[in-house]
């Protein structure tokens, strides 16, 4: 019987990299760190934000294996990985990254099929790799790079016929469809983590399981605020949802060089904000300005509690 994922908070976890472009370890172990004192309640590794498609196989064993290894107890560590167009390679590459003793192995939709397939080919593409995994719980992510494949309420359930699915990672912004997806799902270990900001109030209202998107790099803990009093505080519950939607906009500026210099510089963790996916150059002292506010912000809203009280 394998461990269930539980439901919460799961930050897409970046990557810190030194000024000569080498994974820089000091960094990833000071953010392991930052997390768990934020209240994370999980850690989604080798994920897109991770910049997993720009890291050799190599890079992703180490920092994978690195990350087993410093990651603080009772934080549930998930992680994908899954860039490989081939099948066989893909299944070499997931039996190496699960076997590592991460708690579920991280499928990406888009690679199992071309935009122009169909479900068959899906599928019989993903049961061919999860052969090779089938003593490891299984997630999947809708990942938007490099093309958005979308997972049909049908195609979920037919998912659980070839392994042990417990997590999506959901990126459809359509509480409509994640309300199908939660009802196709019902009974079942299969769990929906929204990647959304803006709909993430509304979707644990139709029954999502928590959160995994680039904002937990930010302010994680009020994410797990909002899980925790939304069934019982509603109208704080809304003024919460509205400043961290509001914040979200920040993934259409720099994502994720603005992410490493808020945890880097405005976190004092320490490291640099380059990265492969996004030239660092361009992050403009205006942009950084726009950051440097939303922190100041976010410091404002966590104390909000002492200010109306002083």
């Known amino acids: 019987m394998h461990a269930i994922i539980p439901g919460g908070i799961y930050v897409t976890m970046v990557t810190p ?4 472009n080498k994974i820089d370890y000091a960094g990833v172990e000071k953010l392991l760190k930052w997390y768990a004192t934020h209240r994370v309640d999980g850690i989604f590794a080798l994920c ?34 899954h ?69 049909t309420p049908t195609l979920l359930t037919e998912l659980l016929s070839i392994g042990d699915f417990q997590f999506l990672k959901d990126t459809s912004c359509d509480v409509e469809l994640m309300r199908a997806k939660i009802k196709a799902m019902d009974g079942t270990d299969f769990k929906l983590f929204n990647a959304n900001s803006a709909t993430f109030l509304e979707s644990l209202q139709v029954g999502a399981h928590g959160f995994s998107g680039v904002m937990a790099n930010f302010h994680p803990e009020l994410y797990r605020e909002l899980f925790e009093l939304y069934q019982t505080e509603t109208e704080a519950a809304r003024r919460l949802q509205d400043f ?67």
């Not at 498609?53 to 998930?78: G, N, W, Y």
């Not at 499928?107 to 090779?132: C, H, M, P, W, Y």
């Open 17 to 20: 990299f030194t000024e000569d």
């Open 48 to 81: 897109q934000s991770s910049e997993i498609f720009f890291l050799s196989f190599q890079e992703k064993m180490e920092l994978i294996r690195f990350i087993v290894a410093h990651t603080p107890k009772d934080i549930c560590l998930i992680a994908s990985g």
């Open 83 to 151: 860039t490989a167009d081939d099948i066989p390679t893909q299944r070499k590459e997931a039996e190496a990254i699960a076997n590592t003793g991460i708690a579920a192995y991280v499928f990406i939709s888009n690679r199992f099929a071309g935009q122009t397939d169909n479900d068959r080919t899906f599928l019989g593409n993903a049961a061919e790799v999860a052969k090779a995994i089938s003593g490891v719980p299984l997630g999947i992510y809708e990942c938007p790079y490099p093309y958005k494949r979308m997972l």
């Open 244 to 310: 961290i939607g509001f914040c979200s906009v920040v993934e259409c500026q720099m994502y994720p060089v603005n992410a490493k210099y808020y945890l880097g510089t405005l976190e004092g963790l320490g490291f640099g904000y380059g990265a492969r996916t996004r030239n660092a150059r361009e992050f403009t002292r205006n942009r950084q300005l726009e950051i440097e506010q939303m922190w100041a912000l976010t410091q404002m809203w966590k104390n909000r509690e002492n200010m109306q009280n002083s």
